[in-house]
């Protein structure tokens, strides 16, 4: 079992609509979550991070974690041509400072 | 603030051949991690430094990757000899604490022909 899976394909979404993400761990002691943008060719670039059960808003983006259920999710308002990426999820698995990555999903937002 | 520094941005070499890439994290930040990517993956960590400590290197192949931190501020990584699928792209990140943000640099894409 991966320690971080995003198994959903390549996600189309028309500018304006709210694209949404979904991540699992297997790592219940990780107290950490993050999510990473990364433009075709470019490097990580965190966006947002949570680390207790709930939501987490900062401007057009949510980030909700569920310990119990052991998901994190993120959710894209309003998509812009902009959004267009990968979007990787990474943990903490253990609570130590590894970062676990998923393999990422690709987010297109069609104008 | 200048962010993490890594030099070649490409590197094109033969299997067997050597290669070293170079890192520079962001001024103060006393940890840094060396990530491998694949293509179509996320990144994987090969090794982690506190200050000039290798602190994990769990997953670092030691029969040919080396890497080193002199004086707990740049760091080197290198592959000797290089095999096909070395071809990846080498992720240096840094942060100022082991609980604190990563922040990535651009990469170097490295080809082994």
């Known amino acids: 079992q991966k320690e971080v899976e995003q198994n959903s394909g390549p996600l189309s979404v028309p500018e304006g609509a709210i694209a949404s993400l979904n991540c699992t761990y297997s790592?219940?002691?990780?107290?950490?979550f993050f999510w990473y943008r990364q433009y075709s060719g470019k490097s990580p670039e965190l966006i947002m991070f949570?680390?207790?059960?709930g939501d987490k808003e900062d401007g057009r983006f949510t980030a909700q974690l569920n310990k119990a259920s052991q998901y994190v999710s993120l959710l894209i308002r309003d998509s812009q041509p902009s959004d267009s990426a990968t979007y990787l999820c990474?943990?903490?698995?253990?609570?130590?400072?590894?970062?676990?990555f998923g393999k990422g999903n690709q987010v297109v937002v069609i104008p | 603030e200048a962010g993490v520094v890594q030099s070649p941005r490409y590197k094109i070499i033969e299997k067997k051949q050597p290669v070293a890439f170079w890192c520079n994290p962001i001024?103060?930040?006393?940890?840094l991690y060396w990530y491998l990517q694949n293509l179509g993956q996320g990144p994987e960590l090969l090794i982690r430094?506190?200050?000039?400590?290798?602190?994990?290197d769990s997953q670092l192949p030691k029969d040919r990757f080396s890497a080193e931190r002199l004086k707990g501020v740049d760091s080197t990584l290198k592959i000797q000899p290089a095999e096909l699928g070395d071809s990846a792209v080498y992720l240096c990140?840094?942060?100022?604490?082991?609980?604190?943000?990563?922040?990535f640099g651009p990469g170097t894409r490295l080809t082994v022909l």
């Open positions: 990140a840094s942060s100022s604490g082991i609980t604190d943000t990563q922040y």
């Open positions: 790592d219940r002691g990780s107290q950490s």
């Open positions: 949570i680390y207790s059960n």
């Open positions: 430094y506190e200050n000039e400590e290798a602190v994990d």
């Open positions: 001024s103060g930040h006393n940890t």
């Open positions: 990474a943990v903490t698995p253990g609570g130590n400072n590894r970062l676990a």
